[in-house]
């Protein structure tokens, strides 16, 4: 192989080309984990499945540094996930009781996001569903996108956000939409910034590929399959796990359920939309609130199926539920295609999807996983969920990166075929890493 010049700037690789391996004739960088990362992440208000990607790439790269436009985790959170890191915050996250409002100053969290400065660290990788992305890097820089949806309240989703906001064409809703519309110019203007995108799941990445037109590669979220265990024998109740929001369609749940007192259901979380929701329920369905993360295993694993009616753009909730061996009865649009092997397709099915958000399908989706069940097997839904560990997210991410900081060598030694037509290519060979 010809030597290398590295770059001017720091790198995440050595001086000797024994560090580098090929693909074609170009050189492919193995990645120092203790390169010095800037990790950019949206914004932190709790401890969700946006936050399990920043905790483990984070573990992955010891020397990561976190930039975050709010940051608003406790302190034994962060004790836990986040041990030794140090998270820079935006001004804005200094505001007088900013945690309630915090969504409202979203046409004010591009320009934020461009005032972090990333230009010293080795390389950056943003894990956007909004903005960080934007963040501003030097040309020499690599840069990795981890995308858990581009921003949904400012593309397809806009109409159902504003309908559920009660914004109509007033002075208000009129304000809003212009805001969407400038958030949807810097957006577009934004996306071909990192060196390369990550999908968290198919549905993600068509996405990526209609509203920016790029190429992306799926990475699935970690998954902690081995703290997760598995439970072979089930008891009689159904379980919903979500943030309870109008999109997670948990009212039609809980309607379906209504309608046949004879079926249990456990519903757990307890967010805005809750006191409707109780109000829609039965005497055979229960509420728990908010459970610590120990309750809420025991919940899911011992469930006879877990129910769930939203379109997520993964789903971290569903694949722990498989990797405790509960089968799956999903709306089928979204990431539950990709983790669910549906019954009448799989020679091993782990659950039933269905085609509608109606209380109808739902219905009919639980006979049909009631009148098959043997045929789900608990110990095939915990052979599934090993697609998604964290031992093979971590792989990916480090050939992504590797990837990304290669493209930055292809640049200064002249190698073109990471750019241009041949791009998408090259991306595409790499999908699929080889992991054990």
Not at 92 to 118: A, G, H, T
Not at 187 to 198: E, K, N, S, V
């Amino acid at each position: 192989m010809r030597h290398v010049r590295q770059p001017k700037a720091t790198t995440m690789v050595g001086h000797d080309t024994k560090h580098l391996r090929s693909i074609g004739k170009a050189p492919f960088a193995a990645i120092d984990r203790n390169a010095r990362i800037a990790v950019v992440h949206d914004w932190c208000p709790n401890f969700r499945g946006g936050e399990q990607v920043l905790a483990r790439i984070c573990r992955l790269f010891p020397r990561a540094e976190v930039f975050t436009l709010f940051d608003f985790l406790p302190k034994e959170v962060k004790d836990e996930h986040f041990p030794g890191v140090v998270f820079h915050v935006s001004a804005m996250n200094r505001l007088p009781l900013v945690k309630k409002y915090y969504r409202s100053l979203f046409f004010l969290c591009p320009f934020m996001i461009e005032q972090f400065d990333v230009t010293g660290y080795d390389a950056v990788i943003s894990s956007s569903a909004a903005f960080s992305r934007g963040v501003l890097t030097r040309p020499d820089q690599p840069h990795l996108c981890y995308v858990h949806s581009p921003v949904r309240y400012a593309w397809d989703e806009q109409f159902s956000y504003l309908q559920q906001a009660h914004l109509g064409f007033g002075p208000k809703g009129l304000a809003f939409r212009y805001l969407l519309h400038r958030l949807r110019t810097w957006d577009t203007r934004t996306a071909h910034g990192p060196d390369l995108m990550l999908a968290n799941s198919n549905y993600v990445r068509s996405r990526i590929e209609r509203i920016y037109g790029r190429d992306a590669r799926v990475v699935h979220p970690p998954v902690a399959t081995g703290e997760l265990k598995l439970v072979a024998s089930k008891d009689d109740y159904y379980v919903t796990a979500a943030f309870h929001a109008p999109y997670k369609r948990t009212d039609l749940i809980i309607e379906a359920f209504s309608k046949t007192p004879s079926r249990r259901l456990i519903v757990v979380g307890d967010e805005v939309q809750s006191k409707h929701l109780r109000s829609l329920a039965g005497p055979n369905i229960i509420f728990t609130g908010y459970l610590p993360r120990h309750e809420y295993i025991e919940k899911i694993a011992n469930a006879r199926a877990m129910v769930f009616a939203g379109c997520e753009d993964f789903g971290i909730a569903l694949a722990e539920a498989q990797a405790c061996g509960t089968p799956l009865i999903a709306f089928g649009r979204g990431g539950a295609r990709d983790i669910v092997r549906p019954l009448g397709e799989s020679s091993h099915p782990t659950g039933v999807l269905f085609d509608r958000q109606s209380v109808d399908s739902i219905a009919e989706a639980i006979d049909l996983f009631e009148e098959n069940a043997v045929s789900i097997a608990p110990h095939a839904c915990r052979m599934n969920a090993s697609r998604f560990s964290e031992e093979r997210f971590d792989l990916a991410i480090l050939d992504a990166l590797g990837l990304a900081q290669s493209a930055q060598l292809a640049r200064e030694t002249g190698h073109r075929e990471f750019f241009g037509t041949e791009r998408r290519e090259i991306t595409g060979s790499l999908a699929e890493p080889a992991l054990p």
